[in-house]
């Protein structure tokens, strides 16, 4: 397989702990969920969003936006039911046809399942992630709740979609609000209006203007 270079947002992480609560930022299909859900950073919410870019570098898909079946939220719950399946060779991309080891590409998919575990202490260190891919060392075998999985990410990104709602209906809020206020401000301020008297710097209406040629 030929290595292909894709940037997966490394979080920002203290050199004094090894655990970092934050503002939760990033983009959801992406983040580890005790990140998304609890704002708890660690090294290995890194890996896991390692995990989802290599599904995606040996698909050729987004993760997020290459679902055509309703069924799978993201391109990891496919991948998960077809490990369940035994079918995980269909996640290769098709454009490769026929030109492709099998049996490196089983590995990098099983490493980015482990990678992808909903416990963080079930993702391998990236010493191992390396050991693995290069055969060093078996693939690490995880038994994993797919239904808690999906269920997970599920109400992350339903969580995700109310913030970002209430965010959009909050901002539209204060513009009304904002327009509301001005607009009384000018009723309530006579000073502010334009006067049609022969002292003020305002033209009165045209159909009262009388021009003399």
């Known amino acids: 397989m030929r290595p292909k270079i894709s940037d997966f947002g490394l979080a920002k992480l203290n050199d004094d702990c090894g655990r970092v609560s934050t503002r939760i930022a990033g983009t959801v299909g992406y983040m580890a969920p005790?990140?998304?859900t609890r704002g708890c950073l660690t090294r290995k919410a890194d890996i896991y969003s390692y995990g989802v870019v290599a599904l995606e570098v040996v698909s050729g898909m987004s993760n997020t936006n290459s679902m055509s079946n309703e069924e799978y939220l993201h391109l990891l719950d496919w991948a998960e039911r077809l490990k369940q399946q035994g079918k995980l060779l269909e996640m290769v991309d098709r454009r490769l046809g026929s030109d492709y080891s099998?049996?490196?590409?089983?590995?990098?998919?099983?490493?980015?399942l482990l990678c992808t575990s909903i416990q963080p202490t079930q993702r391998p260190r990236m010493s191992s992630v390396v050991k693995m891919l290069c055969?060093?060392?078996?693939?690490?075998?995880?038994?994993?709740?797919?239904?808690?999985?999906?269920?997970?990410?599920?109400?992350?990104?339903?969580?995700?979609?109310?913030?970002?709602?209430?965010?959009?209906?909050?901002?539209?809020?204060?513009?009304?609000?904002?327009?509301?206020?001005?607009?009384?401000?000018?009723?309530?301020?006579?000073?502010?209006?334009p006067h049609s008297s022969k002292d003020s710097g305002y033209l009165p209406s045209s159909s009262s203007l009388s021009v003399k040629l």
Request: net charge negative; no cysteine; aromatic share 6%.
């Open 34 to 36: 005790e990140y998304a």
């Open 102 to 112: 099998q049996e490196q590409a089983l590995r990098l998919l099983d490493v980015a």
């Open 135 to 193: 055969g060093e060392i078996p693939v690490e075998i995880v038994p994993a709740d797919d239904d808690l999985s999906e269920d997970l990410r599920l109400n992350i990104a339903q969580s995700r979609q109310s913030i970002d709602n209430s965010q959009t209906n909050w901002s539209q809020y204060s513009v009304n609000n904002s327009q509301t206020n001005w607009s009384e401000t000018l009723s309530s301020d006579r000073s502010v209006l």
